[in-house]
């Protein structure tokens, strides 16, 4: 085997397992930047949903107070 052989028997593998990391290390930071624009939407979301419950909450308690007097006449 020459020394050009042994280069390339070493060489070409160890780049490609270089390319593998670099490459696997993109796709984790567009998959973090994903996961973190995801949460942030979720976040809002829920945010909204707990106003709409508390609204509703008031709302049903104004109700019922008002239906218990109705019921107590």
């Given amino acids: 085997m020459t020394n050009q052989q042994l280069y390339l ?4 593998p160890s780049f490609l397992v270089l390319l593998s990391w670099i490459t696997t ?4 930071n567009r998959l973090d930047t994903k996961i973190e ?3 942030t939407e979720m976040a809002m ?3 909204a949903v707990r ?4 609204t509703i909450t008031k709302m049903y308690g104004e ?5 218990a007097k109705l019921e107590a006449r």
């Fill in 63 to 67: 109700h019922g107070e008002r239906i």
């Fill in 37 to 39: 624009s995801l949460r």
């Fill in 9 to 12: 028997a070493i060489g070409i």
């Fill in 25 to 28: 290390f993109i796709q984790n």
């Fill in 45 to 47: 979301e829920l945010r």
């Fill in 51 to 54: 106003s709409d419950i508390n």
